[in-house]
């Protein structure tokens, strides 16, 4: 079974310029997260998908991030315009969901991209 | 809101020797679980255990057990007979159920080992 694949794996910009990662959760999961970690730190939920509608986004800065899930499939996290404290590493996550009472629900990291923002 | 926190910063550790990694949390809800997860120095996020707030045994997975103990809120990580293959960083996360459609993970900020041959 395939993971989940994330593109690219490294990005370099400089501030102010834009930025998209794609990510393809593994085949059949439902529901697809991205977070962000700062070196250092533990990752943080940025936005939680089931299927393609938006589950949870509170810690999303919505002034210059942005993400769909167009099909309830592949994914894209956008920044516009990139700031110096966005350099992070960006990971995409799947779970396969198997109803509410299910307390499991293991989420399957990719591999992350890494952001520099010069 | 649920926290989770690891005060260990980073452990040494000799080879075939166990190790104990702490972490402690603070949550209001009744139901709730907890995962350990390891990332090596490529990046990649990998499930160890999960331990359920109902269950009553410690969970084991091979030379991984978490030692729960509900009333002290804390589920601290074991792993025994280190390998070198164990170095890297390892996260302690609490899932809280949101809209029924899945997990939020929260997480800690993590403990870096490093096993010495």
């Known amino acids: 079974e395939a993971g989940v694949a994330q593109s690219p794996r490294y990005k370099i910009i400089e501030k102010r310029q834009s930025v998209a990662f794609w990510c393809n959760p593994i085949s059949g999961h439902a529901t697809l997260y991205w977070y962000q970690q700062i070196l250092g730190q533990g990752p943080k939920l940025l936005i939680q998908f089931q299927n393609n509608g938006v589950v949870d986004d509170s810690q999303l800065p919505k002034d210059r991030f942005s993400a769909e899930r167009l099909k309830g499939v592949d994914s894209t996290l956008k920044i516009q315009p990139a700031k110096l404290e966005d350099s992070a590493v960006y990971l995409c996550?799947?779970?396969?969901?198997?109803?509410?009472?299910?307390?499991?629900?293991?989420?399957?990291f990719g591999p992350g991209t890494r952001l520099t923002v010069l | 809101a649920q926290k989770i926190t690891q005060t260990q910063p980073g452990m040494f550790v000799q080879e075939k020797e166990a190790v104990t990694l702490d972490c402690t949390y603070d949550?209001?809800?009744?139901?709730?679980?907890l995962f350990w997860y390891k990332q090596p120095s490529s990046g990649e996020m990998i499930f160890l255990i999960y331990q359920g707030s109902y269950d009553e045994q410690n969970a084991t997975e091979g030379r991984y057990s978490l030692n729960f103990q509900k009333a002290r809120k804390s589920a601290n990580l074991v792993i025994s007979a280190s390998q070198l293959g164990d170095s890297a960083m390892y996260f302690c996360?609490?899932?809280?159920?949101?809209?029924?459609?899945?997990?939020?993970?929260?997480f800690g900020g993590g403990t870096r080992v490093l096993v010495k041959p």
């Open positions: 949550t209001s809800d009744q139901s709730y679980g």
């Open positions: 996550a799947s779970s396969l969901r198997r109803g509410r009472e299910d307390p499991y629900n293991e989420q399957f």
């Open positions: 996360a609490m899932r809280e159920v949101i809209k029924a459609a899945g997990n939020k993970l929260t």
